[in-house]
Structure formats: C-alpha cells, structure tokens
C-alpha cells in the first residue's frame, strides 16, 4: 500500500510538470472563449453556477467526467441543445472541458465559517 501511494506521488508529480501546466492553460483559454461562442453561459452562467430560473445546471466547479460531459454535448440527454462534431470538433470539445476543469474546485462544507456554524 505504502508503495502505492509513493507510485501516485511520483506519478502525479510528472503529470503536473510546468509544460504540462502551459499547455493545460492555453486550452483552458480556447475553451473559455468556445464556452461564450456557443453561448453555454447563457443557460449555465458564466461562472458554471448555473441559469436562472433553472435554464441549464451547474457545470462547475467540480465537473461531471469527460465521457459524461462528453454524451451530454453531442447527444443530450433532456433539453439542451446538441452540439454535433460540425459545431464543435472533437479538439474543441477537449479544449472547453480543459475550462471547465481549469475552475477552482469548490471549498469543503467544513471550510466554510457561515456553514460550519450552521451545522454547530
Ligand atoms: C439552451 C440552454 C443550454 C445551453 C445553450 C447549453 N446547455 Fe448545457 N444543459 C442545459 C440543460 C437544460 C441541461 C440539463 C440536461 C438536459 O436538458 O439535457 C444541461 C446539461 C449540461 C451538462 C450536464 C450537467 C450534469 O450535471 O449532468 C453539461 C456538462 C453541459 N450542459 C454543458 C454545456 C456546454 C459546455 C454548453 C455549450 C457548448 C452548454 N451546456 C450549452 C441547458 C443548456
């Protein structure tokens, strides 16, 4: 188990490299502009917290997996429009979820003053 948890470090420290990081947020910004040229803010805000009046749920922070937000775009499951591979390509798909992800998750209940003394 210790010799797990040592790989994962190890591994995630690679995953994390300064390259890495530049090109995550070169797609992070090509994903941010495709998220207001297709107009997703005007259903789930421009912060992902969702549309008014429900006109679409919040998307992030903490985003549904890649394949989930994936089906959702090209064939959703309810009222959201479809975005077919013509409208937004398979790179630009990657690019918009690299914004989504790129979002600061949100803090911890327990972290939160107002909440934590709520549930006192
Ligand atoms: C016209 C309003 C509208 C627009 C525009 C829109 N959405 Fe949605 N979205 C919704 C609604 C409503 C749902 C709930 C499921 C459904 O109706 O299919 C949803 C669901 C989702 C989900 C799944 C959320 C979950 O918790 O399962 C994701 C991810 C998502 N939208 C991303 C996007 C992205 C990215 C765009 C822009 C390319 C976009 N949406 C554009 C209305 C919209």
């Known amino acids: 188990m210790k010799h797990l948890i040592t790989n994962f470090f190890i591994l995630s420290s690679v995953a994390i490299s ?35 009046r429900s006109a679409g749920p919040k998307i992030f922070p903490n985003p549904t997996p890649f394949v989930a937000f994936e089906l959702q775009l090209r064939t959703p499951r309810s009222l959201m429009p479809r975005y077919p591979v013509q409208v937004i390509s398979d790179a630009q798909l990657k690019d918009l979820y690299a914004f989504v992800e790129s979002m600061p998750q949100s803090p911890a209940a327990s972290q939160i003053s107002l909440l934590k003394n709520a549930m006192r």
């Open 18 to 52: 300064p390259a890495v990081q530049a090109a995550d947020l070169e797609a992070a910004q090509r994903g941010e502009a495709l998220f207001m040229q297709n107009q997703c803010d005007s259903c789930h805000g421009t912060n992902g917290q969702g549309g008014e």
